[in-house]
Structures are given as C-alpha cells and as structure tokens.
C-alpha cells in the first residue's frame, strides 16, 4: 500500500491532473483503463509488400533525411529494407525525431503506406529507433483514450507498471450465475491490455472476446450493487403506516364514471400495500400515454388523506399541474377533500391562502409545480410525495420533494412516467426503485392514424384541419421546436397563430406558449378544454399529460426536428375520446438520418414501448434515460443494448453478494467506484 502511494505521488501534480481528466485517480484505477484498440506491432511486413489500407510495421535502415521547403517545411525520410525503399513524411515534427532518423539508424515504422509521387509512402508515422537484431514485442499494442498533454506511450506505461503489480484480487465466486464461463479478472485484464498475437481480432474489436465479456460482467455487478445498496439503504428508514381502510378510497371509486382497469386496480392495490409498510415506498409507475396513472395517483393520495398524512402530487409544468388540480378536485371535491394548488405564477395572494390552508391542516392534499419544493411551502405531515412524468425533473428536485417531510419519517415515494423504460434499461438504471407496469389501456380508445405530410403540402393540411373543426372536432397545432432559441421559437408560435388566423377565419383559434402569463394560458385552456375554441395552436408546453377528450386532430410542425418520446407524447393528446383520431407530422428537406429514422418509428409504432426501444437504438442508453439526470454512475464498458444478456446474471450475483458475502460487495465497489457511489436517487 505503502508502496503504490508513493508511486503515484512520485507522478507529479501535472502528470496526476491529466490522469484525473480520465478519471484515473488511484493507481488501481489504471489498470480498469481499457484500449479502445490495438495496433499490430508483432510483426513485419516487407516494404515491396505494404499496401494501403491497413497500417503495417516494417523495419529498414535511414538512408536519408532531410527538412525540405517545398510544397511546405516538412521532414522526409527514406528508409530501405531487402525488398524495397519507402518515403516517410511528417509536416509537424521535433528536431528530436530527425535526430532518431540520422542515416544508417535501423528503425521500425508503423503507419498507413499510400502510394505517393515517389513510390510508397507513410505520413506521420510513428518510428522506433531500435538495436539490430532486437525482438518484435509479444502482444499487441494497445491504444488508450487519452487527453491532450498525455502520450500513448506513457500512458502504456503507467499501466503496464501497474499489470505487473500483484495482487488483482479475484472477487467474483465460481460458479457464476446463469452458466456464465468468464475468465479471471487478472488473465481478463492482461489479455485486454496485452493481447497475444494469435487473439481473434473480431472479438477483440466487437468486445465480444471472453475478456471483455467478464470485464463487462463485472462492471454491470457493480452498477447493480450500488443500486441495489442505495435501495436497501432507504428500506432501512421509516415511514408513516399510511392503511387502507378504504373510506375514502372506496368512495372515490363509486362515484367514478369508468371502472378501473385492471392494470389499474393491481397497481392501486400493490401501492396501497407499500403504504401500509413502515419503509418509505419506492415505486416507479409507468404507463404508456393515455393509460389512467392520475387516478392511481388519486387513489393513493386519498390513502394518506385518510390517516391524517399529506400527499402532493408534483407536475413538470403549470398547465399539467392545473388540469391535475381541476380533475382532483372534481373527484375529491364531492369527498369532502380539499386540494391545494400550488405554482410560482399564481397571485401572491392566492398563494398564499393556499399555503395557510396547507400548513393549518384544512387541507392535506396539494398538486403543484417546483413550487411545491419552495421555501414556503411547509408540509410537517407529509406521508406521500408523488412525481408525474418524473424523467423532467432532476434528482435535487425529487430529494427536495422527500425532505419536505419535516421529521424522521420519510415519505413514500412514487413515481410517474409515461416514457417506457425497456426492461433491461429498467433493470439497470431503475434497480434501486420497484416498477408497476400499467399495461393496459382504457377500453373505447380508438387506434391514432398518423400521417407524414412534406411541407410543400401545408396548405391541404389546413383544409383538413378547417374541415375537421367545422364538423365538431378540435385540433392542435404544435409549432416548430426551436433548441437554440427560445424567443425565435415564441416568435414562431405567434406567426403561425397569426398566419392560421388569416387562412381559418371561420374557426375560434386560441394560442398558447410557455412565456404567456400564467391566467392568460389558463383561461385559454379552459376554453379549449371546454369546446369554445377550435384550434389550439401550441409550443411543446402541451406536450405531457393535456388531456382534453374531444380534441381529435393533432398537427406537429417540423415534426423531424422533435425527439420520439416528444412525438409520442404529443400524439398521445389525441385518440382519448371516442372519436377517430388523427396526427399529422409535417416534415422539411433536408432531413438527417436521424430525422428520418424517427419519423419512420414514429409512424411504424404506436406501442410507446416499441418506440422506447426504437429510440434507445437510435440515440444509445445514456442520453436516452438522460443519465445525468438519473443520478445513476455512467457505464464505461458495458453497453445495455448489445449487452442485455449481461443484466441479468449480474442482478442475479448482486442479490447474492450482498446477502451472503456484503464485504465482497464494498471491495467491488471500492475497485470500481473508489467510493464514489454516484448520487443516491430520490
Ligand atoms: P396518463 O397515464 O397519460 O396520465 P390520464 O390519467 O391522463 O393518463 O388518463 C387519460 C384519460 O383516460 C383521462 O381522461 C382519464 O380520466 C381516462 N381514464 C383513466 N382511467 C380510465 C378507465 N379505467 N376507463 C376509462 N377512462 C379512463
Ligand atoms: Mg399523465
């Protein structure tokens, strides 16, 4: 130990800074430093016999080199073999490197030939001066990420002085689960850092070789460690016995116009026991578009409610929290319940009766933006916090909402999304949390008929929008998403109201953007809400949760340019009443491929799990789940998709370490993550 500290610190604070920049921060860490490929410097090839294509070694004597200045300054060499002659060429270069190729210096050259003006050519290749008679080096050569300032070749040899440093402890005990053969950690490293000559390159390059298999394995067993510690670690506080005993519950569902499904009524039940538990609750609640997670919401709030604890239900945008608050209230009102609404644009009065109204007691349910986790709102009795569509809000703001409970008692916890989480992203990045599935729609939805339309034809998709409203229907208008800048993107929706005003006289056209003031965008939802507009033309502010039954037209402009899971919550605003529905993508040229490949999904699919599983290929699991979001350490090697066989063995191993042996647990956890467990999840 001793030893490998002084080691480290004999690197210098320069050199140990570009190390961090790779996340090498302990000498160990080195050796979890894996190439990204390998060069072939076992052997030579005769010059005569170099072809382009592929980089080649070989070996012969300078016989010349010079700095020429013409096309530019740039130093060429010519180096000779039994077979034949090759010009090399470098247009950056240290006077050390023409020192290197004084004439007569036998080297060895790797580098990519081409065929130049003077015969065969390599530019910029790498030269090693070497001794007559000296051996080709065993294994392939390895080639690491790295970071400006910090060479290859030191960086191979930092980690080779690390591979000869015994012990790398084996951790992982044999056999291992689902029939896996994967070979010891050392020999796995060794083989990756140096592989023998002989070693499938395919295998190596796909990282399908047994080595990279058990390095992936054992990464995977460290996410699902540390998930599930995270996960263990919460079962272990308390929170308040929330019973069913069903008063008000039960009232809830008589006077309800639509029968649960069943989907609905397992998850109501499943919730219904973890409140009971005297461990906060950790549940996520998914449920594609449109399948009923607000009542299940309702319910449980309504459980807390009935033993005198609190329940928020905490929405990512105000027109969502207020169509939450409007349609609890019409459930709960008739109870007896009241239901606080809170959002930062609400009057400061207003608020502040319903702050009073919440910290009195009066009322022990609220629904409510980020403002719920403001400085105001206090809520000593809180027994239940609810997130819908969770993946918009950030950890900070999921650990805010559970530290609102003012005692020792944790809330419960349940979460909502309506974006899909293919299973063994599920198991991966939601191994700390319990999954209810709503898989199942209400009955009489009809199927959505989508339609990609150019651009060119906007003026037909008018005429139908026009010929929609006059016959009853409502539509929406989704304006072009606009990334880069918010005010061209309001800019944009007050145009396209202003031109669909000028080219539908006869229709009632309201308009909504996320800048409007918060009453402003209110009124306007109710009105459309309430059939007295047509047309709603919209930013992406409409894009989750807006449930307005009649509205059967949907438009989406510059569709190519919206995210899958955006479209597929977009076009999830229609198709929830009776009435065939419709949603109309209109595209631009030129599309990307990636614009292309969605608009493909989206027209395909209407399953948002296929689509979640489109779209996961499409754009990889990092971004998809947003990982910076979710709190959860990044994976290096393992690759969910192409790995998914990985998974589960791994899930399987960390439930069996942490019963049976918790301290091999740390130390995989300490190897890999050096105690940086990454940040526990609200
Ligand atoms: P989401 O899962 O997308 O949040 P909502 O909770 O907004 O879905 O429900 C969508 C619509 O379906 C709402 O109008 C809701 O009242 C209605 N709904 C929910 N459950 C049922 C049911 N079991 N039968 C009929 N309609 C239902
Ligand atoms: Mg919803």
Redesign the pocket.
């Known amino acids: 130990m001793a030893n490998d500290q002084q080691a480290w610190a004999g690197l210098g604070p320069q050199l140990a800074g570009r190390l961090a920049k790779l996340d090498i921060r302990r000498p160990q860490d080195l050796v979890l430093h894996l190439p990204l490929r390998y060069e072939d410097e076992t052997r030579l090839t005769p010059i005569a016999a170099a072809r382009a294509g592929a980089p080649v070694q070989v070996e012969g004597e300078v016989v010349s080199c010079e700095v020429t200045l013409r096309p530019r300054r740039q130093l060429v060499a010519q180096i000779r073999d039994a077979s034949g002659t090759l010009t090399a060429r470098w247009l950056n270069f240290y006077p050390s490197q023409q020192k290197q190729l004084a004439p007569g210096r036998r080297v060895r050259v790797f580098g990519e030939v081409r065929g130049g003006f003077f015969g065969n050519e390599m530019v910029h290749p790498r030269v090693h001066p070497i001794e007559a008679g000296e051996a080709l080096p065993q294994a392939l050569t390895p080639v690491y990420p790295t970071t400006a300032g910090l060479a290859q070749s030191a960086l191979r040899k930092l980690i080779g002085r690390e591979l000869q440093r015994p012990p790398m402890t084996e951790l992982l005990p044999a056999p291992l689960p689902g029939g896996l053969q994967l070979p010891p950690f050392a020999e796995a490293l060794r083989t990756l850092h140096q592989p023998p000559p002989d070693i499938d390159p395919y295998a190596l390059e796909d990282r399908a070789h047994p080595a990279w298999q058990r390095i992936k394995f054992e990464e995977l067993l460290v996410q699902q460690l540390s998930l599930r510690r995270a996960y263990n670690a919460r079962r272990t506080r308390r929170a308040p016995i929330l019973r069913d005993n069903g008063k008000l519950t039960g009232a809830l569902l008589a006077q309800l116009p ?4 069943g989907a ?1 009524a397992r998850a109501v039940a499943q919730i219904g026991r973890d409140l009971a538990t005297p461990h906060p609750m950790q549940r996520l609640l998914q ?1 594609d ?7 299940v919401a309702a319910m449980a709030m309504l459980q807390a409610a009935e033993n005198g604890f609190q329940a928020v239900l905490m929405a990512p945008t105000e027109i969502l929290a207020e169509q939450h608050w409007k349609k609890l209230a019409a459930w709960l009102e008739p109870l007896g319940v009241g239901i606080a609404w809170l959002s930062g644009s609400r009057r400061k009065k207003e608020r502040e009766a319903e702050l009073a109204r919440l910290a009195s007691g009066e009322v022990l349910l609220a629904v409510g933006t980020h403002a719920l986790i403001e400085d105001p709102v206090a809520l000593p009795r809180l027994g239940l916090a609810i997130v819908d569509e969770q993946h918009r809000f950030g950890v900070r703001q999921r650990l805010a909402l559970r530290e609102k409970g003012a005692d020792a008692l944790h809330p419960h916890m349940l979460m909502m999304s ?1 974006t899909p989480i293919p299973r063994t992203l599920a198991m991966s990045y939601y191994a700390d949390l319990d999954v209810t599935v709503l898989d199942e729609l ?2 009489g939805r009809t199927p959505i008929l989508t339609k990609l339309v150019a651009e060119s034809r906007r003026d037909q998709v008018i005429a139908r929008v026009r010929d929609a409203c006059l016959g009853g229907a409502q539509a929406y208008w989704v304006c072009p998403l606009i990334e880069e800048s918010e005010a061209l993107q309001l800019k944009t929706a007050v145009e396209t109201f202003e031109t669909l005003g000028a080219a539908l006289p006869e229709l009632k056209i309201g308009l909504v953007h996320g800048r409007m003031k918060s009453d402003e965008k209110s009124a306007t939802m109710a009105a459309f809400s309430a059939g007295e507009l047509h047309l709603l033309v919209a930013t992406t502010v409409i894009e989750v ?1 807006v ?1 307005v ?1 009649n509205a059967s037209l949907m438009v989406i402009e510059h569709a190519e340019r919206f995210g899958l899971a955006q479209l597929h919550q977009l076009r999830g605003r229609v198709g ?1 009443g009776t009435a065939e529905s419709a949603c109309i993508l209109i595209y631009a040229h030129p599309l990307s491929e990636n614009g292309r490949a969605r608009l493909k999904v989206i027209y395909e699919h209407s399953d948002g799990f296929a689509i979640a599983r489109e779209d996961l290929r499409i754009r990889g699991p990092g971004e998809f789940v947003g990982a910076r979001q979710s709190g959860v350490p990044l994976l290096r090697y393992a690759d969910l998709e192409g790995d998914a066989d990985l998974v589960e063995p791994a899930r399987a191993l960390a439930e069996r370490l942490l019963r049976e042996a918790p301290e091999v647990a740390t130390q995989l956890m300490e190897r890999w993550l050096g105690g940086r467990e990454g940040l526990l999840r609200a």
């Open positions: 639509f029968r649960l499904t609905q449920g578009v449109g399948s009923g997670k607000t009542i309506a209400p009955p949760g449930d039954p929830r």
